[in-house]
């Protein structure tokens, strides 16, 4: 059976009666596989979730990777890639559990706060780049006409740390987890919240090793027989989502100094 619904409870609802019509149909003897796709599964998460029935959420790269030398790209054949693969591996099946409420709104923040990053990067950026490199009148006017855009850009990032500050103190388990990462030197508050989000708070990914590997820290060697390909590197599949603070900008006029963060 093969099918197309809109991406709402309707329509995952109206997929749901179809596959229970099936005559050979058994919930005991079923396992949903769809690839991560972000907020875009949040629907049938939740709906599959709330019936208790089985969830294989699987990377979009390693369904990818796992299917040989692919030709074309359609919704259809996306969904007919996934059951094969489901049906390959399926005895290297790992089910989903959600993470807690609290982990859900971390990560939206989290999401949040970077974003706001980006932007004011940006902008300052090229103010900084371009110091000396321009009349120093056009340098004051190009200042002053992001000025007010950088201050708020800087008081939403702070409101927000703010907001995820209080989500984990609010929270006893998050609470210790974040004081046992933060007391380890070089781990600050935002990378703690990265991989507390990524691991869904140390439960996915347990083993030192594999937690390298994601981070990106874990070197891999490249070579065939005796041709070696230059020294030892980090694959580029590791998360390389950026959790740091907004650059510094070395100016200071109408009040407003730029603010020195560490990374």
Not at 3 to 24: E, F, Y
Not at 118 to 145: H, I, M, T, W
Not at 230 to 252: L, Q, T
Request: net charge positive.
């Amino acid at each position: 059976l093969q099918t197309s619904t809109p991406n709402s409870l309707a329509g995952i609802k109206t997929a749901l009666r179809l596959l229970r019509s099936l005559p050979q149909w058994r919930a005991d003897q079923t396992v949903f596989c769809m690839e991560h796709t972000g907020i875009y599964n949040a629907h049938l998460l939740s709906f599959l979730h709330k019936l208790h029935l089985p969830i294989w959420l699987e990377s979009s790269l390693q369904i990818k990777k796992a299917g040989g030398l692919q030709r074309g790209k359609t919704d259809s054949i996306d969904a007919q890639r996934i059951a094969e693969y489901a049906y390959r591996f399926r005895d290297q099946m790992r089910l989903w559990q959600p993470p807690r409420a609290v982990v859900q709104q971390l990560a939206m923040l989290s999401a949040t706060r970077q974003r706001l990053i980006e932007v004011y990067n940006q902008l300052a950026g090229p103010l900084a780049e371009q110091q000396g490199f321009v009349d120093v009148a056009l340098q004051k006017q190009l200042r002053r006409s992001c000025q007010a855009s950088l201050k708020a850009l800087e008081a939403d990032r702070k409101a927000v740390d703010e907001a995820i500050d209080q989500l984990i103190q609010n929270d006893q388990h998050l609470s210790e987890l974040f004081a046992l990462m933060t007391s380890v030197p070089g781990i600050g508050m935002a990378t703690a919240t990265e991989v507390v989000i990524a691991t869904n708070e140390l439960q996915t990914i347990t083993d030192p090793k594999k937690m390298a590997c994601h981070a990106g820290v874990a070197p891999f060697n490249y070579q065939s027989g005796s041709s070696v390909r230059g020294r030892p590197g980090v694959s580029h599949h590791a998360r390389k989502r950026p959790h740091g603070r907004p650059r510094e900008i070395p100016f200071s006029f109408g009040g407003y100094v730029g603010h020195s963060h560490e990374r």
